[in-house]
């Protein structure tokens, strides 16, 4: 027992490296320096190494431990992820489980249980990511963890894109992205969802888009991050693989997820996600998950009336991108596709190409209103407000987009400019349709 308290001692010396000089182990040390004493105590009498720490030891630790958690705070508040990735998991009942499928394993992390006849929220994160490089800043809003308490949450990871996955054998047949949408029925099935609501960014939103398409009762809603609906063409092909041939395969992928404009002020965000993309994701199956969504082939989806037989999306659907993302033009032609009046556009100012990190709390805001829009949510309580659930005027037009008259939802004037276009419609003259365009 000695021996293990002269152990704790010593590791905690170096915890005082200024303020406190010598302690008592370093004094006798000095004394035998320097030919005497450094304080008035009797040299010939050792501390007691039960002696308690003195009340300065504590206090200091303590303020080393503040000024860290400050730090934390101002890089998640900044949208910036620590050196790990994993402090950012919140405390919790997060599960992790591997789900085998008809073309292999998923990893799926789940908090909650299903709770009566909500659906459950699903995420599906971008090529180059995970669930937590893509999604922790933004589930862990502090108005985003007030809506999840009311749900269950399912985190799916593309096959071997998790921290810590093992590389896949040499010549594995990477899922195509159909069969990627295809897992996710054993997934609803094994947690025993009654249906979901997607939030995908990138491919995850191609994914869920796709899963939508082939299975559309299980899906109640999507909110799609920088889809692009369209496969690549030739030149854009071969650029890609030109790219993958000169460059190191995250410098190659950030382009995908950052704006130019992020990436040449080579900001702190697009400094850390590359040495996560580096760290985290094991660089042979990323290689594999983008070759494969590099491959994908056009959504086939087209608004009603436009073409014969035409197939889209029947759940309501929220469209988000950055203004000057890479993929704002790929949403753009997404919305094109869209029933209009099931259809929210929300473009997003100053946040870059992901919005899930740059601007969580709007985000957040957005998405209570989406999910209110469908009936889950009675009223939004915005904790900023004294006067309690009173929404702004953006996010009131986002609730009432496919409820209220044309009259109604244009009434409502923010103190920002706001765009509202509403679509044509080709149902008729007398139809109104409520696509509309959101600029925060």
Known sequence: MAGMKEQQFTEEKPLLPEQRGLDSDMQDKGEEASGGPACPASPASPVPLNNPPPPS????????????WLRQTRRRASGVLPESCEQLMPAGDWKEHDVETPYGMLHVVIRGAPKGNK??????HDVGLNHKLCFNTFFNNEDMQEITKHFVVCHIDAPGQQIGASQMPQGYQYPTMDQLAGMLPTV?????????VGIGVGAGSYILAKFALIFPDLVEGLVLLNIDPNGKGWIDWAATKLSGLTSAL???VLP???SQEELMNNTELVQSYRQQI???VNQFNLQLFWNMYNSRRDLEMNRSGTVLNAKTLKCPVMLVVGDNAPAEEGVVECNSKLDPTKTTFLKMADSGGLPQLTQPGKLTEAFKYFLQGMGYIAYVKDRRLSGGPVPSASMTRLARSRTASL???????GSRSRACTHSDSTEGVGTVTHTMEVSC
């Open 278 to 280: 580096n760290n985290t």
């Open 407 to 413: 009259t109604s939802a244009s009434s409502i004037d």
């Open 57 to 68: 030891r504590p206090t200091h630790r303590w303020h080393v431990i503040a000024r860290h």
């Open 188 to 196: 609803v099935q094994h947690f025993g969802f009654k249906s979901i």
């Open 119 to 124: 659906p459950a929220i699903l995420t599906y």
């Open 256 to 258: 995908h997820l950052f």
């Open 250 to 252: 995250p410098d190659t």
